[in-house]
């Protein structure tokens, strides 16, 4: 009987040095695809949809309006596409990826004014 209790605490610390040794292994994979994600998220298309407030050759200013009205500056990207003429107050929608701490315009889309707000 005696022999028995030797085995309990024996096997019990096999697995503790088991478990310790696989929890690094684990923690590492853990990690890694939360670095893949970030890394995913900064290559993501974004958008925002407002009215033009400025427009030059670098940059484009769009202003959200309504209860909370936001303004954002876009660097406008070398190969960036666009549908239509962009003028001050179109109804642009543009989309974007952020770059270096910068929104970076990939495309801008140029929503058609309503018929209503041509007849004013």
Do not use: W
Request: hydrophobic share 40%; net charge positive.
């Amino acid at each position: 009987m005696k022999q028995g209790r030797k085995y309990l605490p024996l096997c019990a610390a096999l697995l503790m040095l088991g478990a310790g040794a696989a929890l690094p292994a684990h923690a590492a994979r853990a990690k890694a695809p939360v670095a893949a994600a970030t890394a995913k998220a900064k290559q993501t298309t974004r958008q925002f949809t407002g009215y033009v407030t400025a427009n030059d050759k670098t940059s484009l200013t769009v202003e959200k309006r309504g209860k909370q009205p936001k303004t954002m500056v876009f660097s406008k990207h070398a190969e960036m596409k666009n549908t239509g003429e962009i003028e001050k107050d179109a109804r642009v929608t543009v989309y974007y990826r952020e770059e270096g701490g910068h929104a970076v315009a990939v495309r801008v889309v140029v929503k058609p004014q309503s018929s209503a707000a041509n007849e004013r």
